[in-house]
């Protein structure tokens, strides 16, 4: 299950990513666009794909031990959602140091 959440998340943050990298030229004036949290985006994606192909081999491995390839039960979904919520802080973490970053360099222009 909580391959299934992460691939899930993984999809949302991927979408996310590309519609910020394809709306380069659609920010306001203020620079309030979603263009501003590309890296962060970007970041968290990698995160969520990387957990998601670290759940696939070990369900890989369940399937050579003789396991079913996913597992359904309550615990490994709250597991999903922890990881879902701790790459959601950790974009938090990042689009917030990239907003500070950005206003720094804009004091100093």
């Known amino acids: 299950m909580c391959l299934i959440i992460t691939v899930a998340v993984a999809i ?3 979408v996310l990513f590309f519609v910020s990298k394809k709306t380069g030229g659609a920010e306001k ?3 309030y666009g979603i263009r501003k949290f590309s890296q962060p985006l970007f970041t968290t994606m990698l995160a969520f794909w990387a ?3 670290m759940w696939s081999v070990d369900g ?5 031990g003789g396991e079913p390839f996913l597992d359904l039960s309550k615990e490994d979904a709250l597991l999903g ?3 879902a919520l701790c790459g ?3 974009f ?3 689009a917030l140091r990239n907003k500070k970053i950005s206003r720094k360099q804009s ?3």
């Open 88 to 90: 959601i802080v950790l």
């Open 60 to 64: 890989i491995a369940n399937v050579a």
């Open 12 to 14: 949302v943050f991927s």
């Open 51 to 53: 957990a998601a192909i």
């Open 107 to 109: 004091k100093n222009c």
């Open 81 to 83: 959602v922890i990881v």
């Open 92 to 94: 938090a973490v990042l």
């Open 29 to 31: 004036s203020h620079g």
